[in-house]
């Protein structure tokens, strides 16, 4: 499966479009993670804890979209868009969204 977020891959005309889908995925922050999060706020620096849940939300979105237009039968996914959100109480959870029109190229 191949996504982009072009409206259209060079070379590979569309020849069917599928309709809308979307992958949606919403992760819990953990306790002891925020407590290293908030040391490294203190001091400077980049959260890697923070940031591997991140990569790791965005990937399991953009999977589970795919998985939807192969369901489909599509081969691609075009205008892919990726939102986020945090949702909870303080904050304590964070969404993403993968959203993209499938297609058969």
């Not at 069917?16 to 993670?33: D, M, S």
């Not at 959260?47 to 991140?54: F, H, I």
């Not at 369901?71 to 075009?78: H, K, T, Y």
């Amino acid at each position: 499966m191949f996504s982009t977020t072009t409206n259209s891959i060079e070379g590979q005309p569309v020849q069917q479009y599928l309709g809308l889908v979307t992958g949606e995925v919403i992760v819990g922050a953990n306790i002891f993670r925020d407590i290293f999060a908030s040391i490294t706020d203190i001091v400077g620096g980049r959260s890697g804890k923070y940031e591997k849940v991140l990569a790791r939300a965005r990937q399991e979105a953009i999977q589970e979209m795919e998985a939807e237009a192969q369901r489909l039968g599509a081969n691609a996914v075009i205008g892919v868009d990726l939102d986020y959100e945090t949702l909870g109480q303080g904050g304590s959870m964070l969404m993403v969204v993968a959203t993209g029109t499938a297609v058969k190229l």
